[in-house]
């Protein structure tokens, strides 16, 4: 979660503890409504005399308003398909007497992964098609288990671990970290069944990803890197080449999480980069791999980083239409609007999220962080963008002010 300003905090409690106005509030503290409302907009700071008056009024402890982990004042946006998550847990059975062949399994997965990758309805595509598939590859991979078929085996646990990566990334877009655990640990047994080393890795690499979603960057580093020393024990391709390239990339993100700037930009410059060298762009095992890829986690670093200057050289250096991944265009376009944000360059703030909501409208209604820019962004813009922003804002679903939050 992002770091909220004393002022997003105070109108978080305001609104929570009887919505009051903040004329109200502000006048049982003795202070103007304007005043309050800079305060809440971030274009002041209140003073300690000023702060504590507004939290007794509000009923919170000052704690509150100086926590940076306080919540988000947004509406939660859709969260996982209740389908998807009865057939995951075992509650739905598949209909199904006998097993699909797993040829027709390996295309049908396949054709999932390219609309997850692509379609700019890719929340709504997807979980309309992965209940039913979801539950005949489970149903599969049952069904061989009992077989002597043993390619036919293996061909469906390999299908199972390909899913189980796309409901890695789908739980977690969908706000859902504890099923995302649970079908990475799946996809990497389904894997290490087939006795398949590269869906092994490209497990492993989904597993990083997870952990590294939930703040454990230290977990994350000893996955991938456990990994990528598996990996140079298989034979040399350039499928193995960028399987470890992309847990690089896992590496150098743990190494960030933990605002070690130095690895992380070492890490992607002498170990990710000359992987993504050597093999081009690419999308082995749905990874996403390739100098491309290397570009956007170096602006990813510089942003994290705080270094916006360098972060937006950086962006400049990225060909965004060379990517198979519409997940990874909205995650660059995303981070260049943070950047953009932090340096409260409001107009280019809003043009590189109009651009988003064009090919992803989805993912901009979902993502917290973008939400929470739009959030920040109609209560600080000046009257010239405001009724782009408050539009942008209005069809995100994101609430309008309460009483007495009138922008000045």
Not at 98 to 120: C, F, G, I, N
Not at 265 to 282: C, N, T
């Amino acid at each position: 979660m992002g770091t909220l300003t004393v002022g997003a905090r105070i109108r978080y409690w305001r609104r929570r503890n009887g919505n009051r106005s903040q004329a109200a509030i502000a006048g049982l503290c003795g202070i103007s409504e304007d005043h309050l409302s800079q305060i809440e907009r971030g274009r002041r700071t209140p003073a300690l005399e000023t702060l504590l008056s507004i939290a007794r009024e509000i009923g919170v402890p000052v704690s509150a308003l100086l926590d940076e982990d306080a919540p988000v004042d947004q509406p939660a946006a859709p969260r996982i398909a209740s389908d998807v998550t009865r057939v995951l847990m075992g509650y739905c059975a598949s209909s199904r007497s006998a097993p699909a062949a797993p040829a027709a399994l390996r295309e049908r997965v396949e054709h999932a992964w390219r609309t997850w990758q692509t379609s700019q309805t890719r929340y709504t595509d997807t979980a309309r098609l992965l209940p039913e598939l979801l539950s005949d590859v489970q149903h599969a991979v049952e069904a061989h288990r009992l077989r002597s078929e043993v390619q036919d085996r293996r061909e469906a646990l390999r299908a199972a671990a390909d899913l189980y990566g796309l409901l890695r990334s789908y739980c977690r877009r969908t706000g859902r970290n504890d099923l995302s655990l649970l079908v990475a640990d799946r996809a990497l047994r389904a894997a290490q069944d087939a006795d398949d080393p590269l869906r092994i890795a490209a497990a492993e690499w989904n597993l990083g990803h997870v952990l590294l979603s939930q703040s454990d960057p230290e977990g994350a580093e000893e996955v991938a890197s456990r990994a990528i020393e598996e990996l140079a024990r298989t034979p040399e391709s350039d499928d193995r080449e960028a399987l470890a390239g992309a847990l690089e990339l896992v590496v150098s993100t743990a190494a960030a999480q933990r605002r070690d700037w130095w690895r992380a930009r070492q890490r992607l410059e002498k170990a990710a980069l000359p992987h993504a060298a050597r093999v081009g762009e690419g999308n082995v095992h749905w990874t996403v791999f390739g100098p491309t890829n290397v570009g956007l986690h170096a602006l990813g670093i510089e942003m994290l980083a705080g270094e916006t200057t360098e972060a937006l050289r950086r962006a400049d250096q990225v060909d965004i239409e060379r990517l198979p991944s519409l997940e990874r265009r909205f995650t660059f376009l995303l981070d260049v609007a943070r950047c953009y944000d932090m340096r409260r360059e409001d107009a280019s703030v809003l043009v590189h999220l109009l651009d988003i909501e064009q090919f992803a409208p989805e993912d901009l209604a979902r993502n917290p962080v973008a939400r929470q820019i739009v959030s920040s962004l109609r209560d600080r813009v000046r009257p010239t963008y405001r009724r782009q922003v408050e539009a942008l804002a209005e069809r995100l679903g994101i609430d309008e002010p309460g009483p007495g939050d009138n922008p000045v």
